[in-house]
């Protein structure tokens, strides 16, 4: 046997060190990127904690503007049925008003046709006129408080057209904030859906249709029944990992439900356990969300619905589709 010179073994051995300088680098630049995403992380959870706040603020300031838009309308109202009030008032005054100058009138008439009665009419007469003064008094003050009236009325409606324009942009504000809400539980959406392609692989049983993930029902249960099978529990349960694993990032902020739909084709189905499509539906959608709550996901993230065979796929009479409206939905959406 050859035994290796010198410089060979030098050689073999200073390879080494350099695979170490090599391998220490390497985990200093993964532990930088581990620090940069869990910074990330932490301002991307802050920025969206405040944007939270402001949203409440928002929905605060709305909420009190309407009940004082509310306040505003009633007074409104109240102060146009004193208008009216006042308004009869004044005009059954001045019709007394005038009844009485026209008394006084026929009364000074007959003062003058009838000599020797003058003191008692003139005692008429004068007790006449200082009621037509009192009158116009009140004409007066009527006539004052409707002036009142009238320009409280006016700050009013200023003021509601106030309101109305501040109730407005708050709407618009708010509108904006939830829209932002949308669009990020789509982007977690798009994240889970994303993942479940992965991990189930591309199944001509198994797809997407619009913003739900479609489960033929034979991927999951016997015929006309409800029970799981032990394949469709190991495909479920790599969607209850997907579903951990998003909901983990999503914030908390973030109000959402996992929505599983259940669905039968249009041919009837009667069984003790099964009088209609209906129960069987809906059946089978409880079923895969106890699976869930069993894997570990929060019964108040899930929600179970059964709509029988009304919203098929496919509204024809073949088995193919038949077999395409039998199905199970999965939505992630907001409850």
Known sequence: MAIPSRRQRRSSIDIWPGFVDALSQLVMVIVFVLLVFTA????????????????????QQVNELSDLLALERKANADLRLNVTQLTSQLTAANAERDKLTNRVAELSDKAD?????????????????????????????????????????????????DQQVQIADLGKRLNAALATKVEELARFRSEFFGTLRQVLGDRPDIRIVGDRFVFQSEVLFPIASADLTDDAKQRLQLVANALKEISAKIPSNIDWVLQVDGFTDKRPINTPQFPSNWELSTARAISVVRFFIDQGISPNRLSAAGFGEYQPLDPGNTEAAFSRNRRIELKLTEP
């Open 113 to 161: 046709q009838a000599g020797g009665k003058a003191a008692d009419a003139n005692a008429k007469l004068a007790q006449a006129q200082s009621t037509i003064d009192q009158l116009n008094q009140n004409i007066l003050a009527l006539r004052q408080q409707l002036a009142q009236i009238a320009a409280a009325l006016d700050a009013s409606e200023a003021k509601n057209k």
């Open 40 to 59: 990330g992380q932490f301002y991307l959870s802050d920025a969206l904690s405040g944007r939270d706040q402001a949203l409440q603020r928002l929905s």
